[in-house]
């Protein structure tokens, strides 16, 4: 079965990074589930569950996932697999 996912961003309101990633997904016409993890400790756990730790932004769709990251490392993550690029619709030389 073919799934398609809605990529999930995970945030902390007030987070300047969190800030930038979603300007940044945003510019590129990418839909996201945005959870806060401050207002919810359910998705919280799920972060933490996800990627080890409780920094933010976490980023995950399908099997793909960053955590903990700015745009650049972000872009530079999402380089090494073209096929996850390709679904987000992103175009990282932009």
């Known amino acids: 079965m ?3 996912a809605t990529p999930i961003l995970y945030i902390k ?3 300047p ?3 930038e990633a ?7 016409g990418v839909d996201l ?3 806060d993890v401050l207002q919810s400790p359910k ?3 799920a972060m933490v569950a996800l990627s080890g730790q409780t920094k933010t932004p976490t980023f995950e769709f399908e099997d793909f996932m960053v955590a903990d990251f700015s745009v650049d ?3 530079a993550e999402l380089s090494e697999f ?3 690029q390709h679904q987000l619709g992103i175009n990282a030389n932009e």
Do not use: A, H, I, K
Request: net charge negative; charged share 30%; with cysteine.
């Open 17 to 19: 990074w969190c800030r």
């Open 33 to 35: 589930d945005v959870r």
């Open 43 to 45: 998705d919280m756990d």
């Open 2 to 4: 073919n799934r398609t």
């Open 13 to 15: 309101s007030g987070c």
């Open 22 to 28: 979603l300007s940044y997904f945003n510019s590129q």
């Open 82 to 84: 073209p096929e996850v």
């Open 73 to 75: 490392e972000f872009l």
